[in-house]
């Protein structure tokens, strides 16, 4: 079946660090891919997203470029916030399947000032 | 302004008694999805509908029931409630599909007693 990996959190950064949160995936197709971010007591919202191989998602700072080749989406941010601790999920869907998305486990980051 | 509402935002129940969550759209959208998002699971999916009376199960459908008798509202129901569906619960819609941008409701959190 599908899958989403995340990296594991929760990760803390101090404020203007460089941020990466590891996406990896497994799909039997052709999957577009999203990060979503949730804030404190919010639901999701979505980030970026890309819906194909070597398409980068880009938003508020953030990226992640679709890599087909390691099955990857990896989230970057040059430097962050205090504003962007939140958490943060990694999620695809297939164009085979108009119904389904399956999420990662989310990694929740920090950012201290 | 266009969003995804949900009622209650809490609950607390017992075992066995049934109970509705209501959700509800006003952006037009076809596709609805129920969530439930628990401690180092993520998000797993319950429910989908790609349109009016068109319903389809996700990863966790045990113990759920959805209808979609209009457009705009997507109703979970929990005939029996027990302890292990005490979670996070989260709604989304989007236009027509899962590939697309997936609006969230704030959440119901339900406990389960």
């Known amino acids: 079946g599908n899958s989403v990996t995340q990296m594991e959190g929760p990760v803390t950064l101090s404020e203007e660090a460089f941020l990466t949160i590891n996406c990896t995936y497994t799909?039997?197709?052709?999957?577009?891919l999203f990060w979503y971010v949730q804030y404190p007591g919010e639901g999701l919202q979505l980030l970026l997203k890309?819906?194909?191989?070597?398409d980068k998602g880009s938003n508020k700072g953030f990226e992640a470029t679709y890599r087909k080749e390691t099955t990857s989406f990896h989230l970057e941010k040059g430097s962050v916030q205090v504003s962007d601790s939140a958490v943060y999920f990694c999620?695809?869907?297939?164009?085979?399947?108009?119904?389904?998305?399956?999420f990662g486990d989310g990694t929740t980051l920090t950012v201290k000032p | 302004e266009a969003q995804v509402t949900q009622n209650p935002r809490y609950l607390i129940t017992v075992t066995g008694k049934k109970l509705t969550v209501t959700c509800s759209q006003n952006?037009?959208?076809?596709?609805m999805s129920w969530y439930r998002q628990d401690p180092g699971l993520g998000l797993r999916q319950i429910y989908y509908?790609?349109?009016?009376?068109?319903?389809d199960k996700g990863d966790v459908p045990e113990g759920y029931k959805v209808s979609r008798k209009e457009k705009r509202n997507f109703p979970l129901i929990l005939e029996s409630p027990s302890p292990n569906q005490t979670s996070l619960y989260f709604c989304?819609?989007?236009?027509?599909?899962?590939?697309?941008?997936?609006?969230f409701g704030p959440g119901t959190r339900l406990l389960v007693l």
């Open positions: 989304a819609s989007s236009f027509e599909r899962a590939q697309e941008t997936q609006y």
């Open positions: 509908s790609m349109n009016v009376e068109v319903t």
């Open positions: 890309a819906t194909k191989a070597d």
């Open positions: 999620a695809l869907a297939l164009n085979t399947n108009a119904g389904k998305s399956t």
């Open positions: 952006m037009n959208h076809e596709y």
């Open positions: 799909a039997t197709g052709y999957p577009s």
